[in-house]
């Protein structure tokens, strides 16, 4: 095999810890929720968010749920659960015998073709993709982080957290000196960030969301600190295997669920007021809030992930299967790209001016009615697809694009890539990969 990177195949379903897919396909619905917000394109936004003005009752309920405990809240989850996986893969690739080097190289490659994912994804259907901000992030943070010491990771995310704290305790400040008749905020707004939506013409669209695109980018994958900050917890969660292991960590688990969970929903209740009409603060004093929102979602998200991680824990110490349910949420999660993907394919020709137009005929609460038979659909598929022994469409493209030019270590129990010859994977006696980067006791790795 020589010129060749020796790596294992795929991941076997009996390998998988429950909690990270479980959590993907529960918070898939969340992305809906959050995503399907934009579509509502013939209605005027009250300038603070993409949520329109509310029309009644119904629709105040719908915005508040959402503003309190989805916007800004389900995208630092999976920042953690991105950066968690990397550590997982890195793991099961140096426990098969590939070199640190190659492993290195595979995970740049994975990252590179996800900005190529998540550009054609913006391209053809939705401007708010997220695939190239976790790419962009991945790609940087692994050069910079992933071999570093546990302390280290620990360091950068408290300096990244503190920052935005930091900003957003500015802004508060801001919010209590500025006079209400302040003027409004230069720079675009949400109307016009949403211009590709309400837009006819489908080449304009592309354009426009094209136009768009580099600004998320990087503004969600480097910028905005939170994605960031929540990697680094990722592979620092992942190096001491708290998802694989709940039942080691439950007071951690426990304590992260309480605190970040009430914090993330203390701190949308402020935007989520303001939304509503409860507070009204104004277009500038109320884009004061922005960055607190932010910082309260990124505790929020991460206690997201130990909350669902101790429902896994209880799932499994009950021993009765896992029944339909959380069958069909964890076969979302393990193929959590192409359920993603599939949002935008189920929702934009749909919704979109350039596509049929539903959008215009829907309100907050409809469309909140909307998103969730959209992931349902996502996840009867994947269920369907798991039943069938089949994996995602768009993980199995990724897979066979990043290791392109590596012969593959077939994995444990059976599962292989197509093409692979059985065979089996050499690692330590207990079944546990060494970790790819320190020792869970902050020493550096001997080169």
Same mark, same amino acid.
Do not use: C, H, K
């Given at each position: 095999m020589s010129g060749q990177t020796v790596s294992r195949g795929p991941v076997g379903a009996g390998e998988r810890a429950l909690a990270p897919d479980l959590a993907r396909g529960f918070m898939l619905l969340f992305i809906a929720l959050a995503n399907t917000v934009w579509y509502l394109w013939a209605v005027p936004t009250g300038g603070l968010s993409a949520h329109p003005e509310p029309a009644g009752a119904l629709d105040r309920v719908a915005q508040f749920f959402t503003v309190a405990a989805v916007d800004s809240r389900s995208y630092p989850m999976f920042a953690f659960l991105f950066g968690y996986g990397m550590v997982q893969l890195a793991r099961r690739q140096e426990a098969a015998g590939t070199s640190e080097r190659d492993v290195n190289a595979l995970l740049r490659r994975r990252n590179l073709w996800l900005i190529a994912f998540g550009f054609v994804h913006a391209l053809l259907l939705w401007m708010g993709d997220v695939l190239a901000a976790y790419g962009l992030a991945g790609l940087v943070l692994c050069w910079l982080?992933?071999? @570093?010491?546990? /302390?280290?990771?620990?360091?950068?995310?408290?300096?990244? /957290?503190?920052?935005?704290?930091?900003?957003?305790?500015?802004?508060? %400040?801001?919010? +209590?000196?500025?006079?209400?008749?302040?003027?409004?905020?230069?720079?675009?707004?949400?109307?016009?960030? &949403?211009?590709?939506?309400?837009?006819?013409?489908?080449?304009?669209?592309?354009?426009?969301?094209?136009? /768009?695109? *580099?600004?998320?980018?990087?503004?969600?994958?480097?910028?905005?600190? +939170?994605? *960031?900050?929540?990697?680094?917890?990722?592979?620092?969660?992942? =190096?001491?295997r708290i998802l694989e292991e709940p039942n080691r960590n439950l007071v951690l688990l426990r304590w992260v669920a309480g605190l970040g969970i009430g914090l993330g929903w203390l701190g949308g209740v402020p935007s989520a007021l303001v939304q509503i009409g409860a507070w009204d603060l104004g277009i500038a004093r109320g884009g004061m809030l922005t960055l607190p929102h932010m910082v309260a979602g990124l505790f929020c998200g991460v206690g997201y992930v130990a909350l669902i991680a101790l429902v896994a824990h209880r799932i499994r110490e009950r021993g009765h299967g896992r029944g339909v349910v959380v069958g069909a949420l964890t076969a979302t999660g393990r193929r959590s790209l192409s359920a993603y993907l599939a949002q935008s394919v189920l929702c934009a020709p749909v919704l979109a001016a350039w596509g049929l137009g539903l959008g215009a005929e829907l309100t907050s609460?409809?469309?909140?009615?909307? &998103?969730?038979?959209?992931?349902?659909?996502?996840? &009867?598929?994947?269920? &369907?697809?798991? @039943?069938?022994?089949?994996?995602?469409?768009?993980?199995?493209?990724? =897979?066979?694009?990043?290791?392109?030019?590596?012969?593959? %270590?077939?994995?444990?129990?059976? +599962?292989?890539?197509?093409? /692979?010859?059985?065979? =089996?994977?050499?690692? *330590?006696?207990?079944g546990r990969a060494p970790r790819p980067a320190g020792d869970g006791g902050g020493r550096r790795p001997s080169p």
């Open positions: 982080f992933l071999r @570093r010491r546990d /302390t280290t990771l620990l360091v950068w995310a408290g300096v990244f /957290t503190g920052l935005l704290a930091l900003a957003s305790l500015l802004s508060l %400040v801001g919010l +209590a000196l500025m006079p209400a008749d302040g003027p409004a905020p230069a720079g675009p707004s949400m109307d016009s960030l &949403a211009d590709n939506v309400s837009d006819p013409d489908v080449l304009g669209a592309a354009l426009g969301r094209l136009t /768009t695109w *580099p600004f998320i980018v990087l503004g969600q994958g480097l910028l905005g600190l +939170a994605v *960031p900050a929540a990697i680094l917890l990722g592979f620092w969660a992942a =190096r001491r609460w409809s469309m909140f009615l909307f &998103a969730i038979g959209v992931w349902l659909v996502t996840v &009867a598929a994947a269920y &369907a697809l798991e @039943r069938a022994g089949r994996r995602g469409p768009a993980e199995v493209l990724l =897979r066979r694009l990043a290791y392109r030019g590596s012969a593959r %270590v077939p994995v444990p129990g059976g +599962a292989r890539e197509p093409g /692979t010859a059985p065979g =089996r994977v050499d690692g *330590p006696a207990d």
